[in-house]
């Protein structure tokens, strides 16, 4: 697509939910991040994908959040028994290569995800 | 000691003015750095990469000083559009790009 897609753009949902995100990247960017923005505070990155693959997963807050991404293209990123400080803006973005590593390959981010856990 | 440190502001100038703020870089061995600007409620968008001897696009200047390690934003002839909030992102020297927390700009007419 011609940009990056985030869906749904809002959630509400109560405490001990399950709720999943989404992110179509731009067509033919192998890097995908996932950060989390929380109110006026600055992005915490969450996991990265090169493909399909995650070298890291270190900054994922905790075993109730997991991230996949299938065909080199869309991701789901899976949050069990939400709490209310999960409340966030989950943010994805995404690079033609390695974003940083040359001046190409710069970041592209969706409009957000809002999540409010009640 | 965090990876990038940003002065929040706010910075409040005049339309016209000119600001600049720093922000600094705690890995000595980063090899990147960005400049990207936040509206409210909105997601972050690149403004401008940060090259080793300075660069200029338009009313905006950005300045990298490895010694230090710092790098500047100077918004020249401020317009109300400028109002929003400026994130420093570093490459360290691995995939996680650091953003730092930003500063806001807030100009009045």
């Known amino acids: 697509g011609a940009g990056v897609s985030q869906s749904p753009s809002n959630k509400v949902t109560e405490k001990g939910k399950d709720v999943e995100l989404r992110c179509d990247p731009i067509?033919?960017?192998?890097?995908l991040y996932w950060y989390r923005q929380s109110l006026g505070q600055g992005l915490e990155f969450l996991i990265y994908?090169?493909?399909?693959?995650?070298?890291?997963k270190s900054g994922l807050p905790s075993d109730r959040f997991s991230a996949e991404r299938t065909g080199g293209s869309v991701s789901t990123l899976t949050i069990q028994r939400t709490q209310q400080e999960d409340s966030a803006v989950y943010l994805c973005?995404?690079?033609?290569?390695?974003?940083?590593?040359?001046?190409?390959?710069?970041?592209?981010f969706g409009a957000g995800s809002r999540l409010t856990v009640l | 000691r965090k990876e990038v440190e940003q002065d929040p502001g706010p910075f409040n100038v005049p339309e016209g003015a000119t600001v600049a703020f720093n922000c600094t870089y705690s890995?000595?061995?980063?090899?990147?750095f960005f400049w990207y600007r936040q509206d409210c409620r909105k997601e972050p968008k690149l403004l401008m990469s940060?090259?080793?001897s300075g660069n200029e696009d338009g009313r905006f200047t950005a300045q990298l000083n490895r010694a230090s390690q710092y790098i500047s934003l100077l918004i020249r002839d401020s317009k109300l559009s400028d109002s929003a909030t400026y994130l420093c992102?570093?490459?360290?020297?691995?995939?996680?790009?650091?953003f730092g927390a930003g500063t806001t700009v807030t100009v009045r007419a």
């Open positions: 973005a995404s690079s033609q290569g390695l974003a940083g590593t040359s001046g190409a390959n710069v970041l592209t």
């Open positions: 067509s033919g960017h192998t890097a």
């Open positions: 994908f090169q493909g399909n693959s995650a070298p890291d």
């Open positions: 890995n000595s061995a980063s090899q990147s």
């Open positions: 940060v090259y080793s």
């Open positions: 992102v570093v490459y360290p020297n691995d995939y996680k790009l650091s």
